[in-house]
């Protein structure tokens, strides 16, 4: 159940909604929209319960909510959340480009990324300090010394910080470097380290993990929710299918069913998800047409060195072109539909048809 607030609702009306809530055995979660205020009710409450508190001042309607997430479902916010990173928006209809190695590897290589980078016009730059590996013996990252890396080029070409915290214990470490805190895959359900940045007043960015329903993803984001922090940004980074030709699956429809189901932003990490360098391009196209809010790719000035997933990485060269294009369609996709156009005929960008 969501308690809409009439939008002139005084503090003592909302307190008082609240406190009833918690009488009927219930938990409120608070939520702020557009038009002022709704209030999630968490918990078993009784039906009977719930009616009577349409009945309270301030409070404009009671709509229910099917699924357990409350927090996270469209519903509590049907004009969407955009999650603002230091001046720069996600999910506010454009498309944030978010680049860089998987591993901060040398103050050269790093400085080199984020200077190429820059340059292209991305404002979010990723790079793993700490790196959570499936073998014990791969590269782990440099830990402190990448988180310094890191902030120093943050300050040097203004970029926003995109870095994986694996545990809890070097939460407040990553925390002060990082602009944006990303929880990987494996962490998804880590429920203890979801609480720790939901206490956090600082973005986050939740990876799907790759054996996850979409249901648990979205329970994965309401732990974080609950514990006060609305700005979660969804990714989809592929999933475990019976395929073997790629390292994961890409799943697109799940990108359409986020945007459908919540109101979070998206993002699509095809890198991880396919894991071949000259397939990434074509499915970060796929992921723009289908409405991601933004696309997460790997960069690398020499992929063939690389100590983290260098066979997914792009070079220099191959992200400026992806940039180029992919900004394209973004143009594109921002555009008015037009009215002209008749139903089947070619919707391909025009810069596109005009280059066949």
Known sequence: MLIVMQPNATRPQIDAVCARISELGGTPRECTVADGLVIAVCGGVEPIGLQRLGRLEGVAQCLPVARSCKLVDRAARPE??????RGWPIGDGGLALIAGPCAVESKDQIFRVAEFVSECGVRFLRGGAYKPRSSPYAFQGLKEQGLRLLEA????????IVTEVKDVQTLSAVAQAADVLQVGARNMQNFALLEAVGRLRKPV????????TLNELYMAAEYVLSRGN???VLCERGIRTFETATRYTLDLSAVVLMKHDTHLPVVADPSHAVGIAWAVPPLVRAA???GADGVMVEVHPDPSRALSDGQQALTFDEFASLARDVRSLADWRARPADP??????????????AAR
């Open 230 to 232: 609305l700005e979660v």
């Open 80 to 85: 969407g959340t955009v999650v603002t990173v």
């Open 288 to 290: 723009v047409v289908a």
């Open 340 to 353: 002209r156009v008749a139903p089947g005929a070619d919707h391909r960008c025009p810069e596109a048809l």
């Open 205 to 212: 960015l939740l990876k799907r993990g790759m054996g996850a």
């Open 153 to 160: 080029v943050g300050r040097e070409f203004d970029l926003r």
